[in-house]
């Protein structure tokens, strides 16, 4: 049972516009919320999360908005550059546990 | 700071066969992490270790996986025999207790069961 989704498996977007990545869940009972990026033959490293106690988040050039009415999680990257282009990973908490559920992932190719 | 280390990098190996892959993590980070990850999914949690004690191990296939944490540090997870739905890339990840929420990965080892 997937309980992070993440539905579009690739996304192209040009250079200098925003990048939106969409991540949908099922379990109320989620707590945190994190985006992972992927680079080829390299682990996931940490980019951004938020607590669900929260609607927003914003590092820099990455923003992550939470709308926990509609289960939905998205990612957007304004502006977007070339060095962005990897897999993005979406993951979230049980508030009671301490296991994250991992989405598919989305790879983002930014067009120079 | 030095980050997670993993070895080996690739490994091929016949079904039926045993692998054994090693992870040192962050130093001072308290909890460890090893993931299964399949072409074309996310990771999938096997094992958490929370120092040298085991504190989430329900998704490991128990009949064939095994994990350890010696003196809370260093962990190795051991596949056998492996079977072809095995192959995978295996990610190890650790995070220190008070953070908890951001794990650090590894590059990961990448196995192909043929």
């Known amino acids: 049972d997937q309980q992070v989704k993440q539905n579009s498996p690739s996304l192209s977007v040009q250079e200098g516009r925003i990048s939106i990545l969409n991540c949908d869940y099922t379990n109320s009972m989620f707590d945190y919320f994190l985006w992972y990026k992927k680079y080829p033959a390299e682990g996931p490293t940490f980019l951004i999360s938020i607590s669900s106690i929260k609607d927003k988040n914003e590092d820099g050039r990455f923003t992550v908005f939470l709308n926990k009415s509609a289960k939905h999680l998205s990612l957007h990257i304004v502006p977007s550059q070339p060095g962005d282009s990897a897999v993005y990973f979406c993951a979230a908490r049980v508030n009671t546990g301490n296991q994250f559920y991992f989405g598919t992932g989305t790879s983002l190719t930014v067009i120079p | 700071e030095a980050g997670v280390a993993q070895s080996p990098r690739y490994k091929i190996i016949e079904k039926r066969q045993s692998v054994a892959f090693w992870c040192n993590p962050i130093?001072?980070?308290?909890?460890l992490y090893w993931y299964q990850q399949i072409l074309g999914q996310g990771p999938k949690l096997l094992i958490q270790f929370q120092n040298n004690g085991v504190v989430d191990d329900s998704q490991l296939p128990k009949d064939r996986f095994s994990a350890e944490r010696l003196k809370g540090v260093d962990s190795t997870l051991k596949i056998q025999p492996a079977k072809l739905e095995d192959s995978a890339v295996y990610l190890c990840a650790s995070s220190t207790i008070t953070a908890g929420r951001e794990q650090y990965f590894g590059p990961g080892t990448r196995l192909t069961v043929t």
């Open positions: 130093s001072g980070h308290a909890t």
